[in-house]
C-alpha cells in the first residue's frame, strides 16, 4: 500500500505540511512546547499529560470512550488494548507497553456499542491505519474522533523485550519503569523504589538479534505520528515532554487543561550532521541488521560525557532522530525489500536524507507531494 500522506494531511490538518522549517521534520503543526503537569500525576512516565488529556476529554463529556492500552494482569509490560469510559480507568493505562496489540479492532466494538464519539491513545502505525480506515467508520456511526498520539521509538515482541531486560539487570522482574531520555540515557525503576540511568553508549545493542526490531518498525516513515491531533512524545522535551499540537483539535485539548499545564518554548542545540552521517555508515555496515556503535573502550567515558553537553539537545535532537530513522527505513529497504522502495518511502523522507547523498536509485520512484493550502 502507498502510503499518502498528503492526502490524509489534507483531510486531517487542512494542508499538507510545508517544506521549509521544522514541519520537514516533524508534519503539520500549529504550535510546539516543552510542557509539563504543574501536580504530577502519581505513577506517571512523565507528569501525565498524556493521560489527563484523554481524561479531561471524558470528564467534560466531549468522548463516550477512549479507546488505549492497559496491561496484562500477569505482565506488566505485555499491552492489552481497552475501551476506557471511566476517567479513573486511565490510571490503568499509564506508562509504557512494548509487544503487539490491535487497538483498530477496538473501533468497530466500541460503535456497535453506541460509543460513537472516540478518542484514540497511539504509535504511528496504528493511527495511520485508523485515519485509513476513518470514513468506513464515520459510515458504520462514529460521530467523532480525536487522537493523542505518542511518538515511536521502534517495538517489538514483549518476549523480546523480556530477554532485552535480562541484559540490563541482573533482577528484570523488578524493573517497572523503562524510559529513553533526551539526554542520551535509559532511566530505570524497580519495585523497592531505586533507580538506575544507563547511557546509550552502554545499551547492549550487539547483544540483540538482528531482527529484534521487525522490518516493519526498520522502515517506518512517520516517527513523530504526524497524522494526531496533538503528538506528546520526549525527543524534543530536555527532561520534560514535548507537545506538537498540529491542529484546532489539538489546541482544544491544550486548552482544556487549562494553568494545569505549563509550557514553554522549546529550545535547541548542538549539531546533528556528524551523528547522523555515522549512523548512516553504521547502519550500512550492519547490512540489514541493528546498527552497532563500537569505539575502543578508552573513548566510550569521553564520548558518555560530551554527548549531554555538546550533541544535538532539544528540538536539534529530535531532527537528528527524525532523519536517522528516515536514513534507517531507506537503507533497511533496499537491503530486505527493494521492490517495495517505490510506494512506501514518501518524497518527504527522501528530502530528509538527501543532504547526507541518499538519493533515489533506478526503480526507486518518488511521489511528489502534492500542494495544498498553507494557511
Not at 467523532?144 to 517489538?156: E, K, R, Y
Not at 489539538?250 to 486548552?255: N, T
Not at 549512523?279 to 541488521?289: D, P, S, Y
Not at 550533541?311 to 537528528?320: N, Y
Amino acid at each position: 500500500m502507498r502510503p499518502d500522506y498528503p492526502g490524509i494531511e489534507r483531510r486531517v490538518h487542512g494542508r499538507v505540511r510545508k517544506s521549509s522549517g521544522d514541519e520537514r521534520f516533524f508534519g503539520v503543526h500549529e504550535a510546539m512546547w516543552q510542557a509539563r503537569l504543574k501536580a504530577p500525576l502519581e505513577g506517571a512516565q512523565w507528569t501525565g499529560i498524556t493521560t489527563q488529556l484523554a481524561a479531561g476529554l471524558l470528564e467534560r463529556g466531549e468522548v463516550d470512550a477512549v479507546l488505549t492500552m492497559t496491561w496484562d494482569s500477569a505482565d506488566r509490560w505485555r499491552p492489552v488494548p481497552a475501551i476506557v469510559t471511566d476517567p479513573a480507568a486511565l490510571d490503568q493505562c499509564r506508562g509504557m507497553r512494548m509487544g503487539y496489540a490491535p487497538l483498530v479492532a477496538l473501533v468497530e466494538p466500541a460503535l456497535a456499542r453506541g460509543l460513537t464519539r472516540l478518542a484514540v491513545i497511539g504509535i504511528p502505525c496504528q493511527v495511520y491505519a485508523i485515519r485509513q480506515l476513518e470514513a468506513d467508520f464515520r459510515a458504520q456511526g462514529l460521530t467523532s474522533l480525536t487522537v493523542i498520539g505518542t511518538p515511536c521509538s521502534d517495538n517489538t515482541s514483549t518476549e523480546n523485550f523480556q530477554k532485552f531486560l535480562t541484559l540490563l539487570s541482573a533482577h528484570p522482574e523488578r524493573i517497572t519503569y523503562l524510559e529513553f531520555r533526551a539526554d542520551y540515557r535509559v532511566e530505570l525503576r524497580f519495585d523497592d523504589g531505586s533507580e538506575r540511568e544507563i547511557a546509550f553508549l552502554d545499551l547492549p545493542i550487539s547483544e540483540l538479534p538482528a531482527d529484534f526490531f521487525p522490518l516493519t518498525c526498520r522502515t517506518c516513515v512517520d516517527y513523530t505520528n504526524s497524522l494526531a491531533d496533538i503528538t506528546v512524545g520526549y525527543m524534543a522535551g530536555r527532561g520534560e515532554q514535548w507537545l506538537v499540537v498540529r491542529n484546532a483539535r489539538g489546541q482544544a485539548l491544550v486548552d482544556g487543561l487549562g494553568d494545569a499545564l505549563v509550557c514553554t518554548e522549546p529550545t535547541s542545540a548542538g549539531k546533528r550532521a556528524g551523528a547522523v552521517k555515522g549512523f548512516i555508515a553504521n547502519t550500512r555496515l550492519a547490512a540489514g541488521g541493528l546498527p552497532l556503535r563500537r569505539m575502543p573502550g578508552w573513548v566510550r567515558p569521553i564520548v558518555k560525557f560530551l554527548m549531554p553537553r555538546t550533541g544535538p539537545r532539544g528540538l536539534e535532537f529530535a531532527r537528528t532522530r527524525v532523519e536517522m530513522k528516515a536514513a534507517e527505513s531507506i537503507l533497511h529497504l533496499r537491503t530486505q525489500a527493494p521492490r517495495r522502495l517505490k510506494s512506501m518511502v514518501p518524497a518527504h523522507v527522501w528530502a530528509l536524507v538527501a543532504p547526507y547523498g541518499l538519493k533515489p536509485e533506478p526503480g526507486e520512484a518518488v511521489e511528489k507531494i502534492a500542494r495544498g493550502p498553507t494557511r
